[in-house]
């Protein structure tokens, strides 16, 4: 068994990704579904799962708490300091990974960008620090990221600085000051970036990433598309990231083109 734990999550997609990459790959018997939960309700939630239980993807707002709670942690997530991915060893100990930074690389480069970017990052969540991560992978020459409270831009200056990428800091009403970097990356949950988009003045040439995709487009990508921005949304995301949990939880190859099919429907 495995899940994708978040709050809320009612509109995730990846049990239906999942489901079908079991099915395409012959897995009978396993199964996958939502369970809602907060980061303070994750530690409890773990310690109850039974042995039968493979593992655990982790979406807003537990990806700090997950890594909290792991016995063992892979060197990406201990640096970003954020977990998507929990797996269950066979000891019974918890295993902390973070796919979102290989899977933000793959869509990233995929979209065309480029070393030496000058990048925009709205937020300073778990999901920021992933971006972090994937942002100094693709070469970025500097990361400016923008958030509501200035100490959680502190926060995310031992990732930066791990990660060896110069860190900028800016207060979230100078946002649209910041719309015109080669790639922004939105990691904000639902509609806390839509005041902005009447704001933002977008360069036909950057690159705009948004981590959601439910409702779909956000204010913010239908401003970028019309603008003529390369656009990702966080469909490309979810399949990229849920590729290595897949393989994280069963052991086996994913069945990318099974699993891209499903999404798609």
């Not at 992933?130 to 502190?154: H, K, M, Q, S, Y």
């Not at 800091?169 to 946002?175: K, N, P, R, T």
Request: with cysteine; aromatic share 6%; proline share 7%.
């Amino acid at each position: 068994m495995a899940a994708v734990v978040g709050k809320p999550i009612a509109h995730s997609l990846s049990p239906a990704i999942h489901s079908a990459g079991y099915a395409a790959a012959g897995l009978t018997g396993w199964s996958y579904t939502r369970i809602e939960a907060g980061a303070d309700e994750l530690p409890g939630l773990v310690a109850g799962l039974g042995p039968e239980w493979a593992g655990l993807s982790v979406t807003m707002p537990g990806k700090e708490a997950a890594l909290a709670l792991a016995d063992e942690v892979s060197p990406v997530a201990a640096v970003v300091g954020a977990a998507n991915t929990l797996v269950r060893r066979p000891d019974g100990t918890w295993y902390a990974d973070n796919t979102d930074v290989t899977g933000m690389v793959e869509v990233l480069t995929g979209a065309g960008c480029v070393a030496g970017a000058v990048v925009t990052v709205l937020g300073a969540g778990g999901t920021a620090r992933a971006a972090i991560a994937a942002a100094a992978r693709v070469g970025a020459a500097e990361v400016t990221v923008v958030a509501r409270r200035p100490e959680a831009i502190d926060e995310l200056r031992p990732v930066a600085a791990a990660v060896g990428v110069p860190l900028a800091g800016a207060e979230w009403d100078g946002a649209p000051a910041h719309a015109r970097a080669d790639l922004v990356i939105s990691t904000v949950p639902q509609g806390v970036a839509d005041p902005l988009a009447a704001h933002f003045d977008w360069r036909p040439e950057t690159v705009f990433f948004d981590a959601l995709y439910d409702p779909w487009p956000t204010p913010l990508a239908a401003g970028a598309l019309a603008a003529g921005c390369r656009v990702i949304s966080g469909l490309d995301l979810l399949l990229a990231q849920a590729v290595g949990q897949f393989e994280h939880f069963t052991g086996v190859s994913a069945p990318r083109a099974a699993m891209r099919a499903a999404l798609g429907r």
